[in-house]
């Protein structure tokens, strides 16, 4: 990461630690810093990067401090996850333009990702989903996509902006994303037209209600997924009252925690950005500790992710032969993660839940079934 050094600064609150007496067993005394001597990114399991690129973010702010309030409240914290180590790679300068920044960003992502290190992104406004995206489209890899947001931001305007960043990661040619899905839209801020359209090209979205109602369904969605990103706005105002922009409706906080839970478990999974998060609304800091606590519950899952067994391990699955609708099929479910699996015809398995193998065993056809099915089309 040395060669990277041009586009990041270290964050103040990292600078500050010595003189902050963290205790052993909090994060502030656990988590190293790229600059310190001793960092080795080889011995690394999550790295740190922070980015207040507001410009395009449509409120008129340029660039916040937000990382390091949110890291202010995430060093306080009680390190449980002692098998990992995390490192802080401060914060991306901010460029003489949104693209000069934006190029920092995807620059350090790729350093990240290409030593096979999970990144964890502190932004920011919600376009800078767009360069978690174009690392793997640099790398002319395919890629799964997972966005949690109230809204849909596919604005058709010339410039990439907060709200029409998914318009060039989902339409834009060369494209290497095989499949994306929407977590928490909210129906009356949705155009129904265009989600018709976006249902056509087989990709998902979950209104909030659904969510809300088996927010377990979400992880097998997750589980699949290369990068993920959160956008707080999809957190209802009274959990998050820096969402003055947002809804009264919305993802609970305890629900948020567990999403990205779901995304540390995934297997697949190499980056996670939370954006939309600006301080200077945020009422004691409230929306930060939340932010703070879901990134917990993120590494939370990653420890999860470390114990799954192989499915070729076929004794640490409890086997469930099943026929519905004259589909003879299995799902797996571990011993070790209580997670699913359903065999499709043509003999792979894909991530489902406990909701989908009860849908079957009464017969009926899982909508994730259909929606695997008419992919493979």
Same mark, same amino acid.
């Given at each position: 990461m040395q060669d990277l050094s041009s586009f990041l600064e270290v964050s103040f609150i990292s600078e500050e630690r010595e003189h902050r007496n963290y205790e052993p067993l909090q994060w502030g005394a656990n988590i190293i810093s790229v600059t310190d001597p001793e960092f080795d990114l080889t011995a690394t399991d999550i790295v740190l990067v922070g980015c207040g690129e507001w410009r395009a973010g449509g409120s008129g702010i340029t660039f916040s401090n937000s990382p390091d309030v949110i890291r202010e409240e995430l060093f306080k914290m009680y390190y449980w996850h002692g098998g990992l180590k995390i490192a802080d790679a401060g914060n991306i300068r901010q460029g003489a333009t949104v693209g000069d920044t934006r190029a920092a960003l995807l620059a350090v992502l790729q350093e990240i990702h290409n030593a096979g290190k999970i990144a964890l992104i502190l932004g920011g406004s919600h376009d800078l989903t767009l360069q978690q995206y174009e690392v793997f489209k640099k790398s002319e890899q395919v890629a799964v996509g997972t966005v949690a947001d109230m809204l849909i931001n596919l604005d058709d305007t010339e410039e990439t902006t907060s709200s029409s960043f998914l318009m060039e990661m989902l339409t834009g040619t060369p494209n290497f994303m095989s499949h994306y899905s929407h977590i928490g839209f909210q129906s009356y801020y949705a155009?129904?037209?265009?989600?018709?359209?976006?249902?056509?090209?087989?990709? &998902?979205?979950?209104?909030?209600?659904?969510?809300?109602?088996?927010?377990?369904?979400?992880?097998?969605?997750?589980?699949?997924?290369?990068?993920?990103?959160?956008d707080i706005s999809a957190v209802r105002f009274c959990d998050a009252p820096a969402n003055i922009g947002g809804s009264p409706n919305g993802l609970t906080g305890e629900e948020s925690c567990l999403l990205t839970r779901y995304a540390g478990m995934s297997e697949k999974l190499t980056s996670f950005g939370i954006f939309g998060y600006n301080p200077a609304d945020d009422a004691h800091n409230m929306t930060a500790r939340l932010i703070a606590q879901m990134i917990w519950y993120f590494v939370d899952g990653l420890l999860v992710r470390?114990?799954?067994?192989?499915?070729?391990?076929?004794?640490?699955? &409890?086997?469930?032969?099943?026929?519905?609708?004259?589909?003879?099929?299995?799902?797996?479910?571990?011993?070790?993660?209580?997670?699913?699996?359903?065999?499709?015809?043509?003999?792979?398995?894909?991530?489902?839940?406990?909701? &989908?193998?009860?849908?079957?065993?009464n017969d009926e056809i899982p909508e994730r079934w259909l929606r695997e099915q008419e992919r493979l089309m």
């Open positions: 155009h129904p037209r265009m989600l018709e359209t976006l249902d056509k090209l087989r990709f &998902d979205f979950y209104r909030l209600g659904k969510v809300r109602e088996h927010v377990e369904d979400m992880e097998p969605v997750l589980r699949i997924s290369d990068f993920f990103s959160f470390r114990t799954e067994a192989h499915l070729s391990e076929r004794n640490e699955f &409890d086997i469930f032969n099943v026929v519905f609708t004259d589909n003879d099929t299995v799902f797996l479910k571990s011993k070790r993660t209580s997670r699913w699996w359903m065999k499709l015809p043509d003999g792979t398995f894909v991530p489902c839940s406990y909701n &989908d193998y009860l849908i079957a065993s």
